[in-house]
């Protein structure tokens, strides 16, 4: 049985960025904490976000809940998958010294880990003292599978301690990575480029909630140009709590056209983003959609399965299908299922490292004929692949646009 995750869907998603090799994820706002103890030590395991390739990692950044000497340690896992409980230690890094929020903290040596290898953080000292990981809740138990034990699992070879808690609902806030900057976040949709009778721009907003700045860069890559080191990109700083908005980003970083745009940080901090791409028509207004930033560890991997709503009408409407890999590429599946549950099509569609691919829907399927009100199944399948897909529909009579959220089954 796979397990099914969120899948994003976007509207014209580009070739981006290769994401770096990460251990973990970070959270968004100043986040709470989340124990079995007052007391300690006690070890939080993030059992969701393991290593998203086999490599090196030398920085890691962890949120913690206040100023404390000798506050933590980072612990790397690996599950055996025979046992939730079955745990070998790959590397132990610190004591670390922690401030409130945000620790950004070299791991000396590097850590060699391998795909799929898991992030602890060891709190020494009792919670009153010292203080713990911070967490962030996420709006369904779906999403988030961490561990809270009581021991610390770098000096116990990885044994659970007597007392352990498995959790979903919410991430730890630990990513270990290999480089400065993190791809973060992902505007799947974006450009400045005319349109049959009106320009097509897009407004960006960028919040930091925490009170640590965030520093890094916008990348813009443009629709079939595979991602580079020369892609036009604009620096900005989050002050802490501040605000900034581009009303036309595309044009702010210096060029034009269609394409995707990314978010990177230095040490993988997580402002909230968010976007709007729209058709400018002067005096007759504007017509658009909002897109939020998606994070890499959102794409569609062996573990899961999404499906595609194909529309009861394509004669007024069209429906485009997208697919954009991660540095893995994806060999992909694609089951096209009628109305009635009857299996229309079947086919398998490869695709290379970090690529982009849109197609009509006919095309994408292979199906003689496009069964309407029907719907496609995805599966991606080989372990390590990953990709987003998405679909877009868009009026034949006023070229307005939409795009739908994939749902997994």
């Given at each position: ?242 605000a900034v908005a581009y009303p036309d980003v595309i044009t702010s970083i210096g060029t034009s056209g269609l394409g995707s745009l990314d978010v990177v940080t230095n040490g993988g901090s997580l402002p909230i983003v968010t976007a709007r791409v729209f058709s400018d028509g002067g005096s007759a207004g504007t017509s658009g959609f909002s897109e939020e930033g998606v994070s890499p560890n959102d794409a569609i991997d062996y573990f899961s399965r999404a499906v595609l709503v194909i529309p009861p009408d ?96």
């Amino acid at each position: 049985m796979r397990t099914t995750f969120a899948v994003v869907a976007v509207l014209f998603a580009v070739s981006l960025a290769a994401q770096p090799l990460t251990v973990g994820t970070q959270i968004v706002a100043a986040g709470g904490t989340s124990t079995i103890t007052t007391g300690g030590p006690v070890t939080y395991v993030n059992l969701s976000n393991g290593a998203t390739a086999a490599g090196t990692v030398n920085k890691a950044n962890v949120g913690w809940s206040a100023a404390c000497s000798n506050a933590f340690r980072i612990v790397f896992l690996r599950n055996n998958f025979g046992s939730l409980a079955g745990f070998t230690v790959v590397a132990t890094r610190g004591p670390f010294n922690a401030t409130a929020e945000r620790n950004i903290v070299t791991l000396s040596p590097p850590v060699n880990v391998a795909v799929g290898d898991l992030i602890g953080v060891v709190q020494l000292q009792p919670l009153g003292a010292c203080g713990t990981v911070l967490t962030q809740p996420f709006a369904s138990n779906s999403t988030g599978f961490n561990m809270i034990t009581n021991n610390d699992m770098s000096v116990s070879g990885g044994t659970i301690g007597s007392s352990t808690v498995y959790s979903s609902g919410f991430a730890i806030s630990a990513v270990a990575y290999n480089s400065d900057p993190v791809l973060v976040r992902i505007i799947p949709a974006a450009g400045a480029l005319p349109g049959a009778t009106s320009f097509f721009r897009t407004a960006l907003q960028m919040v930091n909630p925490t009170s640590t700045p965030i520093t890094g860069k916008l990348i813009f890559h443009k629709q079939l140009q595979s991602a580079s080191a020369s892609d036009p990109s604009l620096a900005f700083t989050l002050g802490a709590g501040q605000a900034v908005a581009y009303p036309d980003v595309i044009t702010s970083i210096g060029t034009s056209g269609l394409g995707s745009l990314d978010v990177v940080t230095n040490g993988g901090s997580l402002p909230i983003v968010t976007a709007r791409v729209f058709s400018d028509g002067g005096s007759a207004g504007t017509s658009g959609f909002s897109e939020e930033g998606v994070s890499p560890n959102d794409a569609i991997d062996y573990f899961s399965r999404a499906v595609l709503v194909i529309p009861p009408d394509l004669t007024n409407f069209r429906m485009n299908i997208g697919v954009r890999t991660l540095d893995a590429g994806a060999s992909i599946g694609v089951t096209t299922i009628d109305a009635s549950g009857h299996v229309r099509a079947t086919r398998t569609v490869t695709y290379g490292p970090n690529i982009f691919d849109q197609q009509p829907v006919a095309t994408f399927t292979g199906a003689a004929s496009v069964p309407l009100g029907g719907w496609i199944l995805i599966d991606i399948n080989n372990v390590g692949d990953r990709a987003f897909v998405y679909s877009s529909v868009i009026d034949n009579k006023t070229s307005d646009s939409t795009f739908r959220m994939a749902d997994f089954k």
